[in-house]
């Protein structure tokens, strides 16, 4: 059981740059996959990118392909999303979650989840 804490949110513009921090408090974050989910306005919570326990492999939805890198530093329990060209339509409350077993896109696969936090893209 982990408790898990998003940074880096903010409003910026179109094709501009935010990087997303998520720190974790607990001793399982080192094995566990981990992944970011977005959630837009009025819209479902998707995946958006996921990263195994040692970090050998990454997945990424494919709207956010070529633009987003997550990545994560196990000896300070953190996690990390770098967000590239950002489009308006990145704009959503982005959550860092810890997964049950392995990387899905299903959120019920997740079992810790941050509160999120707000990223803002103007056109």
């Known amino acids: 059981q982990v408790q898990l804490v998003e940074s880096g949110g903010g409003l910026v513009q179109a094709g501009g740059s935010l990087r997303l921090s998520c720190a974790a408090s607990?001793?399982?974050?080192?094995?566990?996959?981990m992944a970011w989910f977005r959630q837009p306005p009025g819209k479902v919570r998707e995946f958006v990118a996921g990263?195994?326990?040692?970090?050998?492999?990454?997945y990424y939805a494919d709207s956010v392909k070529g633009r987003f890198t997550i990545s994560r530093e196990n000896a300070m329990n953190t996690l990390y999303l770098q967000m590239n060209s950002l489009k308006s339509e990145d704009t959503a409350v982005y959550y860092c979650?810890?997964?049950?077993?392995?990387?899905?896109?299903?959120?019920?696969?997740?079992?810790?989840w941050g509160r999120g936090t707000q990223v803002t893209v103007s056109s």
């Open positions: 979650a810890k997964a049950k077993l392995t990387i899905t896109t299903t959120d019920s696969d997740y079992d810790s």
């Open positions: 607990g001793r399982t974050f080192s094995r566990s996959a």
């Open positions: 990263i195994r326990w040692n970090g050998g492999g990454t």
